[in-house]
């Protein structure tokens, strides 16, 4: 088998990025876009020593699994690496993917795995959206996202999984800056002005916040922007983000206000959000609730224990867990994160949280070692990467009668379950909840009570 050869081959699974395998003498490639069920032909594209990679042609025999996507930019866009799949085979291949990790990563035998928590409408979930701006091959400027892989832009203002606001919006800016000459940025020459948009709703409350991200401090006429932008109903928060680094990453650290506030309020259950452009926030409010209630539930709090929120961003859970904790302890790296938490804390009148500014790996090591702050539950919620090995020897040495563990990335989640439970914890449940339908992510909560 070598690069550009051309293969009819049967899909017979799926890898955790929702890539369909094939095997050809027992040689397997993966192949996106692919289903289980699927007779293709597929064009060889890397051949590395155990397996390989390869572009769908034609599909020869459709799986019966293959529904009709809704978004016809599905394929080239690569946002929805999954959409293809029937709506329950999705939540089939979360609840495997995760099963798979857990035993092969974490060592678990017979992992405790509940069924997934799908949605019952799994799209226009999406909270918030992202949109860069570029030129096409003709120099109109367009918006939409990412091919996958790329950063050639797919020019989309539509998305399926956003909120209809988003069209809207990006009309206005489109119009906006074609009257008023405003060139979108370009990364190789590293010129132009707009780089982003940020878009965020907040499903509870409908207030609306657009945060354009420029390379420079201002922009042309943008009172007349802004005046096009507050006739949309709901609009409340119109900011400029500064980034004139030549770099991948989407927001810089200044927040310019326009017209408005800086932040948008949002409601999970019966607590309250501030929101700010800079905030980490959970994208699917309706999968929230059910995530957050489920740790909640896990954490099972009386009203006296002292816990500790690792990763805890504007407080979302801390928030959650001090309705019924005796005392909770945040901590995040991100400052304005902090900021918000602090906020949301007043804003709730919650006065039994107390949030701190660092790194959860130096903060829960010194407040344990030096102040000799205990723990009755920790909760972590960290980023894909999983958890730092001084965090989670820390954890172990405070003896929390319950860690629950709530992750992105089920791969380090079960790395980091599988350290636990050889430091004194045992696993008690995992509940899988699909915050991210039409897409290979899942997120998971988990339990451990100390042996």
């Given at each position: 088998m070598k690069k550009n050869d051309l293969l009819t081959l049967k899909i017979t699974g799926m890898g955790n990025e929702g890539e369909g395998i094939g095997k050809v003498d027992g040689f397997p490639l993966f192949i996106k876009d692919a289903l289980p069920g699927d007779v293709i032909q597929a064009k060889v594209l890397k051949v590395k020593k155990t397996y390989g990679y390869a572009r769908?042609?034609?599909?020869?025999?459709?799986?019966?699994?293959?529904?009709?996507?809704l978004c016809p930019l599905h394929r080239s866009c690569g946002g929805c690496q999954i959409q293809a799949l029937s709506y329950e085979k999705q939540l089939k291949f979360k609840w495997e993917k995760v099963q798979g990790q857990l035993i092969r990563i974490g060592g678990f035998a017979d992992p405790p795995l509940f069924p997934v928590l799908g949605m019952d409408e799994p799209f226009h979930y999406r909270n918030k959206a992202q949109f860069p701006f570029g030129?096409?091959?003709?120099?109109?400027?367009?918006?939409?996202?990412?091919?996958?892989?790329?950063?050639?832009?797919?020019?989309?203002?539509?998305?399926?999984?956003?909120?209809?606001?988003?069209?809207?919006?990006?009309?206005?800016?489109?119009?906006?800056?074609?009257?008023?000459k405003i060139a979108p940025y370009d990364e190789m020459s590293g010129e132009g002005l707009l780089r982003h948009v940020l878009i965020r709703k907040g499903f509870a409350t409908g207030e609306l916040m657009v945060c354009l991200i420029i390379n420079g401090y201002e922009i042309p006429a943008v009172e007349r922007l802004a005046d096009y932008l507050?006739?949309?109903?709901?609009?409340?928060?119109?900011?400029?983000?500064?980034?004139?680094?030549?770099?991948?990453?989407?927001?810089?650290?200044?927040?310019?206000l326009v017209r408005g506030q800086t932040f948008i309020t949002d409601q999970i259950g019966s607590v309250q959000y501030?929101?700010?452009?800079?905030?980490?926030?959970?994208?699917?409010?309706?999968?929230?609730?059910?995530?957050?209630?489920?740790a909640l539930?896990?954490?099972?709090?009386?009203?006296?224990?002292?816990?500790?929120?690792?990763?805890?961003?504007?407080?979302?859970?801390?928030?959650?867990?001090?309705?019924?904790?005796?005392?909770?302890?945040g901590v995040e790296v991100v400052p304005q994160a902090v900021d918000?938490?602090?906020?949301?804390?007043?804003?709730?009148?919650?006065?039994?949280?107390?949030f701190y500014l660092g790194k959860a790996e130096e903060v829960l090591p010194k407040q344990y070692g030096r102040n000799g702050i205990r723990a009755d539950v920790i909760v972590v919620d960290p980023?894909?990467?999983?958890?730092?090995?001084?965090?989670?020897?820390?954890?172990?040495?405070?003896?929390?009668?319950?860690?629950?563990?709530?992750?992105?990335?089920?791969?380090?989640?079960?790395?980091?379950?599988?350290?636990?439970?050889?430091?004194?914890?045992?696993?008690?449940?995992?509940?899988?909840?699909?915050?991210?339908?039409?897409?290979?992510?899942?997120?998971?909560?988990?339990?451990?009570?100390?042996?």
């Open positions: 769908l042609m034609e599909i020869l025999t459709p799986s019966p699994e293959r529904i009709e996507p030129r096409d091959r003709d120099g109109r400027t367009v918006t939409g996202f990412y091919a996958s892989r790329t950063h050639s832009i797919i020019s989309n203002t539509d998305c399926i999984l956003g909120v209809p606001e988003n069209q809207k919006i990006l009309k206005i800016i489109l119009d906006f800056m074609e009257k008023e507050f006739e949309i109903t709901g609009m409340t928060s119109l900011t400029l983000n500064v980034n004139r680094k030549n770099t991948n990453v989407i927001m810089g650290e200044d927040i310019i501030q929101i700010s452009p800079l905030s980490f926030y959970q994208v699917n409010p309706v999968q929230t609730k059910k995530l957050y209630e489920t539930d896990y954490a099972g709090l009386t009203g006296r224990e002292i816990v500790w929120d690792l990763y805890c961003g504007i407080g979302t859970i801390s928030l959650f867990l001090a309705q019924r904790a005796g005392k909770v302890y918000d938490a602090r906020k949301n804390a007043r804003l709730n009148g919650l006065s039994n949280v107390e980023p894909r990467k999983g958890c730092d090995k001084a965090c989670l020897d820390t954890m172990i040495s405070m003896k929390p009668e319950r860690i629950v563990y709530v992750s992105c990335d089920s791969a380090t989640l079960a790395r980091d379950l599988k350290i636990l439970c050889e430091g004194g914890y045992e696993l008690k449940a995992v509940q899988p909840v699909d915050m991210f339908p039409q897409t290979a992510g899942v997120e998971n909560v988990t339990l451990l009570n100390r042996k």
